[in-house]
């Protein structure tokens, strides 16, 4: 009997083997009945050596990215990764340089108040489009798609990430084949918003005609569009897995097909920064990763090692400490944090003017940014135009505590205080090993002079989402400091800076939904805000926006903290990629090259 | 037994349906938001994340949310992604093949590796192979997955280049090169994965084995003269391999959950990564798909491990 | 095999009887426990793990008395004085100096520092009270909970066991991040207020937590281990001789069950340890300024080529503890397990 029993237990084993076994080899079988298999990429490599530049035409561009690429559709993106993934394939009118210029894509040139594209009056703007453009299906791109775009994301029920690039639009109309006007619903000194960057690339009408309102995301054949939409890029879909690779082939109806190097593109995705930064630095598996937010004694020595250079410049935005106007006392119960609670101490304007002195700006740059970010006074930094040369920040120890002494707030212990209140300060941000660190220095930081913080992180999908339930979200702000980075979206300031108006206040009246989650509040910076409105003018609207961000820093009501740079690396053997503020790290991406 | 197999899987669907919404609860009453990257965007205002909030269905109160879900799914439509505004299951599907290789063959060696050693760690108890194996156990499992990971990439990826870093996914193994690329690529996961898996096995097999080397049918069978290596082979090994065979049963689950901490290191990209990320971006149909095929994997071989408890074990009578 | 088993089975009810014996006459000067730290004491791997794990407990609560002042007045040797007065842990975790940024072993810090110079000797110290409190408090909970559950489904069978079991089904399946953030949010500020403390409110979490989430595994091996013991003839002969249910269950079938209820704990200590770290990834457990040792490997792996100590002190230190509550695990298996008890 206990012989049978060995044996039933051996054939088990056997037959469990054999199940993990062939699950194993399954899938190692699975890719081979794929479709289309190795063949494709040759053909195309053929024509490489009849073009005659000295760089060997041709091959592969792998790209990595730590987030993954989800959806090729940048209208229903829910991230940077989706707009640059759609980049490859899809272009708008014009895009942002490095520089902050406009440089022209499908437009073929910029309309501008001299060439009489834009309206004086600031009603309109008038797009002419290059002729004779192709989408990688060998259709016409017509002035058609681009009203379809505006009509796709028009509609609520599509539910586009993008559709705020396109509310202000009143009507678009078709002049001929290949201009187009634009009519605003209000005059505006922002002419570029549509259409332009990221924000504003074109879908195909033919291809997404049926999928305007909710069909866009719920039925099949939208579905199918959103994972592999037909472009006007250099390159075309080959095959796609959401949350994990796309690889692109070359789109044979580009216009400047016999320009474009690589033969092949491939993002990508998964894994972490640090990793990203080592195959491209360290062993050269990647040409290109994207967005190395690591700390400066990580990312120095992988940069080190000579195979890479990295990309920096411009803004990823401005990390910077927001002040709590309100109170977040947990004893006010309905009424935390709500804009009619002041905050017991840091509504004295001697508490913010110290933390802002007593911050080490530079030990937080050289010490954990380092080539990734430059310390900064201002919020507003880009662009160029813009960042106010009136403010400063240098770090005082012994001002900082002048000042405390001088307001009254003496030491008792290590900690000030006055009239019973003391300077206990909760420091809150989103879990991130940079601003752990940035968190230890700015504790020890304030308590040189007397305050004591105690630091708190948040899970990041919490800390940045819009739920009006959680105590733990930016917006609520049950702390008294708070961390983050942003930064404008647009060359212009203008919604940037909305941000501070008292009718922005975050409050449990508009469900903590303002974008003033400090709640400052200052009838001065209101007026200025009102005309900026109104201002058509780029230079007088430049200098106002200048007067707004130096009356918020000098007020206290920010603490501006960090520029950062996060940088992208790159091959040393790939020429092209540029640093960009305004637009996607890849948009350029049609004239990399390879260099010997 | 039939009977009983028949009873049991009937208790298994209402069993489903709770746990189907439990988990519908926590993952909607959870704080997240799929939107959260965008939060400080001004260009997507917070009036643009409510309209995309409405076409993600999530303006519903959720019981309302879970009785949708769960109608759809009776039509076998797990629902659509946020991320990719795609159907979830062909996500899964996508995903899977990565998971088995990886996850699986590390199972597999797991397994194969941990009883030969548990019991040669039992028998030859505190000789110096019991001991070394009792060392490298604890090294597997109180060092942390993505510790060894990083050991391992550092070593023999990036200062040593014997493997990549970057897994490939859509490496198609047509060939003697393909294939070669295949195994290299997975060699650091799976090691890692293999380390500690092997860690706990071995340590259970090894109490298993002790348990039964003890017990007086042992001394008896050694009185009667029968030799050692028969007593250890027949008679304690079949006794002790009845745990352990269920632990491996409900082991097997997990290997569908994937491996979230290597798969995200080395970029194998299989559900665990999937899953991960899901949470990460609040992807609740992805999340809940991935969840609910666990619960119902780990249901079916809680029954599995049962049923082979029963078959090798005579002793245990199904009531 | 019936006869071999039988046996097996017969050889084992005297030793159920002797228990009984004991258990009946607590009078008697060997007793079970007695017995037990006899034939533990026997164990010299289990003593040495005993003895390293309090050394380990001994230095992190006391060792910083003595080995903070003697760092302060170093570092104001130095030039890098403590920015307040106060000479405490607390200080000297959070006391910054670039000028010694990732450096190796010294005199002055024996376990270098960290990428802001903050002392690694110090830091651990520090988490070697969180870590420890909280690896041995979830282990416990865990376990318990496990061990009940398993033993009453197992011992009970039937509805008991079906609801028990499905129940362990449902937590398994559970996804624990973002149920984890969903007990925070739903009870962390309950649960300070409780406990009046943040500290004591944010230690009850964190433990709850990690034991209600890892109790699964170890209910069903007790459960398994239940289910064939509860069928031999000394359960019969208990049962015949009108021991009560508890009794048996406990003090009879839980002893022989004991061996894999110790590898699940001596498991659960480390992956405790491990979790906790996790956890303070999710925001939601200790304050990200509390250095514990899984947060110190975690935060140390990035500069594994840089500076490989700062996750190699505190992963030895986590390995050690691990290693030796193995070892005293063994030692109590052996000590406890009624069939070597001749």
Same mark, same amino acid.
């Given at each position: 009997?206990?012989?049978?029993?060995?044996?039933?237990?051996?054939?088990?084993?056997?037959?469990?083997?054999?199940?993990?076994?062939?699950?194993?080899? !399954?899938?190692?079988? !699975?890719?081979?009945?794929?479709?289309?298999?190795?063949?494709?990429? !040759?053909?195309?490599?053929?024509?490489?050596?009849?073009?005659?530049?000295?760089?060997?035409?041709? +091959?592969?561009?792998?790209?990595?990215?730590?987030?993954?690429?989800?959806?090729?559709?940048?209208?229903?993106?829910?991230?940077?990764?989706?707009?640059?993934?759609?980049?490859?394939?899809?272009?708008?009118?014009?895009?942002?340089?490095?520089?902050?210029?406009?440089?022209?894509?499908?437009?073929?040139?910029?309309?501008?108040?001299?060439?009489?594209?834009?309206?004086?009056?600031?009603? #309109?703007?008038?797009?002419?489009?290059?002729?004779?453009?192709?989408?990688?299906?060998?259709?016409?791109?017509?002035?058609?798609?681009?009203?379809?775009?505006?009509?796709?994301?028009?509609?609520?029920?599509?539910?586009?990430?993008?559709?705020?690039?396109?509310?202000?639009?009143?009507?678009?109309?078709?002049?001929?084949?290949?201009?187009?006007?634009?009519?605003?619903?209000?005059?505006?000194?922002?002419?570029?918003?549509?259409?332009?960057?990221?924000?504003?690339?074109?879908?195909?009408?033919?291809?997404?005609?049926?999928?305007?309102?909710?069909?866009?995301?719920?039925?099949?054949?939208?579905?199918?569009?959103?994972?592999?939409?037909?472009?006007?890029?250099?390159?075309?879909?080959?095959?796609?897995?959401?949350?994990?690779?796309?690889?692109?082939?070359?789109?044979?109806?580009?216009?400047?097909?016999?320009?474009?190097?690589?033969?092949?593109?491939?993002?990508?995705?998964?894994?972490?920064?640090?990793?990203?930064?080592?195959?491209?630095?360290?062993?050269?598996?990647?040409?290109?990763?994207?967005?190395?937010?690591?700390?400066?004694?990580?990312?120095?020595?992988?940069?080190? #090692?000579?195979?890479?250079?990295?990309?920096?410049?411009?803004?990823?935005?401005?990390?910077?400490?927001?002040? $709590?106007?309100?109170?977040?006392?947990?004893?006010?119960?309905?009424?935390?944090?709500?804009?009619? !609670?002041?905050?017991?101490?840091?509504?004295?304007?001697?508490?913010?003017?110290?933390?802002?002195?007593?911050?080490?700006?530079?030990?937080?740059?050289?010490?954990?940014?380092?080539?990734?970010?430059?310390?900064?006074?201002?919020?507003?930094?880009?662009?160029?135009?813009?960042?106010?040369?009136?403010?400063?920040?240098?770090? $005082?120890?012994?001002?900082?505590?002048?000042?405390?002494?001088?307001? &009254?707030?003496?030491?008792?212990?290590?900690?000030?205080?006055?009239?019973?209140?003391?300077?206990?300060?909760?420091?809150?941000?989103?879990?991130?090993?940079?601003?752990? #660190?940035?968190?230890?220095?700015?504790?020890?930081?304030?308590?040189?002079? +007397?305050?004591?913080?105690?630091?708190?992180?948040?899970?990041?999908?919490?800390?940045?989402?819009?739920?009006? &339930?959680?105590?733990?979200?930016?917006?609520?702000?049950?702390?008294?400091?708070?961390?983050?980075?942003?930064?404008? #979206?647009?060359?212009?300031?203008?919604?940037?800076?909305?941000?501070?108006?008292?009718?922005?206040?975050?409050?449990?009246?508009?469900?903590?939904?303002?974008?003033?989650?400090?709640?400052?509040?200052?009838?001065?910076?209101?007026?200025?805000?009102?005309?900026?409105?109104?201002?058509?003018?780029?230079?007088?609207?430049?200098?106002?926006?200048?007067?707004?961000?130096?009356?918020?820093?000098?007020?206290?009501?920010?603490?501006?903290?960090?520029?950062?740079?996060?940088?992208?690396?790159?091959?040393?053997?790939?020429?092209?990629?540029?640093?960009?503020?305004?637009?996607?790290?890849?948009?350029?991406?049609?004239?990399?090259?390879?260099?010997? | 037994?039939?009977?009983?197999?028949?009873?049991?899987?009937?208790?298994?669907?209402?069993?489903?349906?709770?746990?189907?919404?439990?988990?519908?609860?926590?993952?909607?009453?959870?704080?997240?938001?799929?939107?959260?990257?965008?939060?400080?965007?001004?260009?997507?205002?917070?009036?643009?994340?409510?309209?995309?909030?409405?076409?993600?269905?999530?303006?519903?109160?959720?019981?309302?949310?879970?009785?949708?879900?769960?109608?759809?799914?009776?039509?076998?439509?797990?629902?659509?992604?946020?991320?990719?505004?795609?159907?979830?299951?062909?996500?899964?599907?996508?995903?899977?093949?990565?998971?088995?290789?990886?996850?699986?063959?590390?199972?597999?060696?797991?397994?194969?590796?941990?009883?030969?050693?548990?019991?040669?760690?039992?028998?030859?108890?505190?000789?110096?192979?019991?001991?070394?194996?009792?060392?490298?156990?604890?090294?597997?499992?109180?060092?942390?997955?993505?510790?060894?990971?990083?050991?391992?990439?550092?070593?023999?990826?990036?200062?040593?280049?014997?493997?990549?870093?970057?897994?490939?996914?859509?490496?198609?193994?047509? @060939?003697?090169?393909?294939?070669?690329?295949?195994?290299?690529?997975?060699?650091?996961?799976?090691?890692?994965?293999?380390?500690?898996?092997?860690?706990?096995?071995?340590?259970?097999?090894?109490?298993?084995?002790?348990?039964?080397?003890?017990?007086?049918?042992?001394?008896?069978?050694?009185?009667?003269?029968?030799?050692?290596?028969?007593?250890?082979?027949?008679?304690?090994?079949?006794?002790?391999?009845?745990?352990?065979?269920?632990?491996?049963?409900?082991?097997?689950?997990?290997?569908?959950?994937?491996?979230?901490?290597?798969?995200?290191?080395?970029?194998?990209?299989?559900?665990?990564?999937?899953?991960?990320?899901?949470?990460?971006?609040?992807?609740?149909?992805?999340?809940?798909?991935?969840?609910?095929?666990?619960?119902?994997?780990?249901?079916?071989?809680?029954?599995?491990? @049962?049923?082979?408890?029963?078959?090798?074990?005579?002793?245990?009578?199904?009531? | 095999?019936?006869? /071999?088993?039988?046996?097996?089975?017969?050889?084992?009810?005297?030793?159920?009887?002797?228990?009984?014996?004991?258990?009946?006459?607590?009078?008697?000067?060997?007793?079970?426990?007695?017995?037990?730290?006899?034939?533990?004491?026997?164990?010299?791997?289990?003593?040495?793990?005993?003895?390293?794990?309090?050394?380990?407990?001994?230095?992190?609560?006391?060792?910083?008395?003595?080995?903070?002042?003697?760092?302060?007045?170093?570092?104001?040797?130095?030039?890098?004085?403590?920015?307040?007065?106060?000479?405490?842990?607390?200080?000297?975790?959070?006391?910054?100096?670039?000028?010694?940024?990732?450096?190796?072993?010294?005199?002055?810090?024996?376990?270098?520092?960290?990428?802001?110079?903050?002392?690694?000797?110090?830091?651990?110290?520090?988490?070697?009270?969180?870590?420890?409190?909280?690896?041995?408090?979830?282990?416990?909970?865990?376990?318990?909970?496990?061990?009940?559950?398993?033993?009453?489904?197992?011992?009970?069978?039937?509805?008991?066991?079906?609801?028990?079991?499905?129940?362990?089904?449902?937590?398994?399946?559970?996804?624990?991040?973002?149920?984890?953030?969903?007990?925070?949010?739903?009870?962390?500020?309950?649960?300070?207020?409780?406990?009046?403390?943040?500290?004591?409110?944010?230690?009850? /979490?964190?433990?709850?937590?990690?034991?209600?989430?890892?109790?699964?595994?170890?209910?069903?091996?007790?459960?398994?281990?239940?289910?064939?013991?509860?069928?031999?003839?000394?359960?019969?002969?208990?049962?015949?001789?009108?021991?009560?249910?508890?009794?048996?269950?406990?003090?009879?079938?839980?002893?022989?069950?004991?061996?894999?209820?110790?590898?699940?704990?001596?498991?659960?200590?480390?992956?405790?340890?491990?979790?906790?770290?996790?956890?303070?990834?999710?925001?939601?457990?200790?304050?990200?300024?509390?250095?514990?040792?899984?947060?110190?490997?975690?935060?140390?792996?990035?500069?594994?080529?840089?500076?490989?100590?700062?996750?190699?002190?505190?992963?030895?230190?986590?390995?050690?503890?691990?290693?030796?509550?193995?070892?005293?695990?063994?030692?109590?298996?052996?000590?406890?397990?009624?069939?070597?008890?001749?």
């Amino acid at each position: 009997m206990s012989h049978k029993r060995l044996w039933a237990w051996m054939t088990l084993m056997a037959v469990a083997a054999i199940i993990l076994a062939a699950c194993g080899a !399954q899938q190692q079988a !699975q890719p081979t009945a794929a479709p289309q298999p190795t063949a494709a990429p !040759q053909p195309t490599a053929e024509p490489a050596p009849t073009t005659p530049p000295a760089a060997q035409k041709g +091959g592969k561009l792998t790209i990595l990215y730590w987030q993954a690429v989800t959806t090729l559709n940048p209208h229903l993106a829910t991230g940077t990764k989706d707009f640059d993934g759609a980049t490859v394939i899809l272009e708008p009118l014009a895009r942002y340089n490095e520089k902050d210029e406009l440089v022209p894509f499908l437009a073929a040139e910029i309309p501008t108040v001299e060439n009489g594209g834009v309206a004086p009056d600031g009603t #309109s703007v008038t797009w002419k489009i290059k002729p004779g453009l192709k989408w990688s299906d060998g259709t016409d791109f017509t002035v058609d798609d681009v009203i379809f775009t505006w009509q796709y994301c028009a509609d609520p029920a599509t539910a586009c990430t993008t559709k705020a690039s396109f509310d202000p639009i009143a009507n678009i109309e078709k002049i001929d084949d290949t201009t187009l006007k634009i009519t605003w619903k209000e005059p505006t000194a922002a002419p570029y918003i549509s259409f332009v960057g990221p924000q504003g690339m074109i879908l195909q009408k033919k291809q997404f005609e049926n999928c305007i309102g909710a069909a866009a995301s719920t039925s099949a054949e939208c579905q199918a569009a959103n994972l592999a939409p037909i472009g006007t890029n250099a390159w075309k879909l080959r095959e796609f897995r959401p949350g994990d690779t796309v690889i692109y082939e070359r789109n044979p109806f580009f216009r400047d097909a016999d320009k474009v190097f690589f033969d092949e593109v491939e993002i990508k995705g998964g894994g972490d920064a640090t990793s990203a930064a080592r195959a491209v630095c360290e062993t050269g598996e990647v040409d290109f990763a994207w967005n190395l937010q690591i700390p400066k004694a990580v990312l120095e020595p992988i940069l080190a #090692s000579g195979k890479c250079d990295a990309i920096a410049g411009g803004s990823f935005g401005v990390e910077r400490i927001v002040v $709590n106007f309100s109170n977040p006392d947990p004893a006010l119960g309905d009424k935390r944090s709500e804009p009619d !609670q002041p905050h017991p101490f840091l509504t004295d304007p001697a508490v913010r003017r110290a933390i802002s002195l007593a911050i080490d700006r530079k030990a937080i740059d050289d010490q954990l940014y380092g080539p990734t970010g430059e310390p900064t006074c201002n919020v507003l930094v880009v662009p160029a135009s813009v960042n106010s040369p009136n403010t400063k920040c240098d770090r $005082n120890v012994e001002e900082a505590k002048r000042i405390l002494e001088e307001a &009254g707030w003496k030491l008792n212990g290590s900690v000030r205080e006055k009239n019973g209140v003391k300077l206990i300060v909760t420091f809150q941000t989103s879990i991130n090993t940079l601003r752990q #660190s940035s968190q230890a220095i700015i504790k020890s930081n304030l308590a040189e002079i +007397g305050i004591q913080v105690n630091v708190k992180a948040i899970d990041a999908a919490v800390f940045f989402s819009g739920d009006p &339930g959680n105590p733990d979200t930016l917006n609520k702000f049950y702390a008294d400091l708070q961390m983050y980075t942003n930064g404008p #979206s647009s060359t212009d300031p203008q919604q940037y800076l909305q941000g501070w108006t008292c009718a922005e206040r975050a409050s449990s009246a508009n469900q903590w939904n303002g974008n003033n989650d400090g709640r400052y509040c200052n009838p001065e910076y209101d007026a200025l805000f009102e005309q900026l409105k109104v201002e058509l003018d780029p230079a007088r609207r430049a200098e106002l926006a200048i007067k707004m961000n130096d009356l918020l820093v000098n007020d206290g009501a920010i603490i501006p903290l960090i520029n950062r740079r996060t940088p992208n690396a790159k091959l040393k053997n790939l020429e092209g990629p540029t640093f960009n503020t305004f637009d996607s790290s890849i948009w350029n991406i049609a004239t990399w090259r390879r260099v010997p | 037994m039939l009977q009983y197999i028949i009873r049991r899987i009937l208790i298994a669907i209402p069993t489903l349906l709770i746990i189907s919404f439990v988990i519908f609860a926590v993952l909607a009453l959870a704080p997240g938001d799929p939107l959260a990257q965008f939060a400080l965007n001004p260009a997507i205002p917070e009036s643009t994340r409510e309209l995309i909030r409405i076409q993600f269905g999530l303006d519903q109160p959720w019981p309302v949310r879970y009785v949708r879900w769960l109608t759809s799914l009776m039509r076998g439509d797990w629902g659509f992604s946020f991320g990719t505004r795609g159907p979830v299951i062909d996500l899964i599907w996508q995903r899977l093949p990565q998971t088995l290789t990886v996850v699986g063959t590390a199972y597999l060696i797991a397994v194969v590796l941990a009883i030969p050693i548990g019991i040669i760690s039992a028998v030859k108890q505190y000789s110096i192979f019991d001991n070394v194996a009792t060392f490298f156990a604890f090294v597997g499992f109180s060092v942390p997955s993505f510790f060894t990971g990083l050991v391992l990439m550092l070593v023999f990826a990036i200062n040593l280049k014997w493997f990549p870093i970057v897994y490939n996914t859509t490496l198609q193994v047509v @060939d003697w090169d393909t294939f070669t690329q295949q195994v290299r690529q997975m060699t650091l996961p799976v090691t890692v994965l293999v380390v500690q898996q092997t860690a706990a096995l071995t340590r259970f097999m090894r109490s298993s084995m002790l348990d039964n080397l003890n017990l007086d049918y042992v001394r008896t069978a050694r009185a009667k003269g029968l030799s050692d290596r028969m007593v250890v082979l027949r008679h304690v090994l079949v006794n002790s391999l009845i745990p352990v065979v269920t632990l491996i049963a409900l082991g097997i689950p997990t290997i569908f959950a994937g491996a979230i901490i290597t798969e995200n290191l080395f970029r194998v990209n299989g559900l665990g990564a999937l899953l991960i990320t899901s949470i990460n971006n609040s992807d609740t149909p992805v999340v809940m798909a991935l969840t609910f095929i666990f619960a119902i994997l780990t249901v079916v071989f809680n029954l599995i491990a @049962d049923i082979l408890y029963g078959v090798l074990d005579p002793r245990v009578r199904y009531s | 095999m019936s006869e /071999i088993e039988l046996n097996g089975a017969v050889g084992l009810s005297p030793s159920a009887r002797a228990q009984q014996m004991t258990s009946r006459l607590p009078a008697k000067p060997r007793t079970l426990l007695s017995d037990a730290w006899r034939r533990f004491r026997k164990h010299r791997l289990a003593m040495l793990g005993m003895f390293v794990l309090l050394t380990l407990a001994l230095v992190s609560f006391v060792g910083p008395y003595f080995y903070i002042p003697r760092l302060a007045a170093q570092l104001e040797a130095i030039g890098s004085p403590f920015i307040q007065e106060r000479v405490d842990l607390q200080t000297a975790i959070d006391h910054l100096d670039f000028m010694n940024i990732l450096s190796g072993p010294t005199a002055i810090h024996p376990f270098g520092t960290d990428d802001l110079g903050r002392d690694l000797l110090a830091r651990a110290l520090y988490g070697g009270r969180v870590s420890l409190l909280v690896g041995l408090t979830a282990m416990a909970i865990a376990i318990s909970l496990g061990t009940i559950i398993g033993a009453t489904a197992g011992f009970f069978g039937g509805v008991v066991d079906q609801i028990l079991m499905r129940i362990t089904d449902l937590f398994l399946s559970l996804p624990v991040i973002p149920l984890t953030l969903l007990v925070v949010y739903l009870f962390r500020d309950p649960v300070i207020k409780a406990m009046g403390s943040p500290e004591a409110g944010i230690f009850t /979490i964190v433990v709850t937590v990690i034991g209600c989430l890892a109790w699964m595994s170890t209910a069903r091996i007790v459960r398994a281990s239940f289910l064939s013991l509860k069928e031999k003839e000394f359960v019969e002969a208990a049962t015949a001789l009108g021991v009560s249910r508890p009794a048996i269950m406990f003090r009879h079938i839980l002893p022989n069950a004991i061996g894999p209820i110790i590898v699940a704990a001596t498991l659960e200590v480390g992956s405790a340890i491990i979790t906790e770290s996790t956890l303070s990834f999710l925001g939601v457990g200790f304050p990200p300024d509390t250095p514990t040792w899984g947060r110190l490997v975690t935060d140390g792996s990035q500069y594994l080529q840089a500076a490989p100590w700062l996750a190699l002190f505190p992963g030895a230190l986590i390995f050690l503890t691990v290693l030796s509550i193995n070892f005293v695990g063994d030692g109590l298996r052996d000590a406890l397990d009624p069939r070597s008890r001749l």
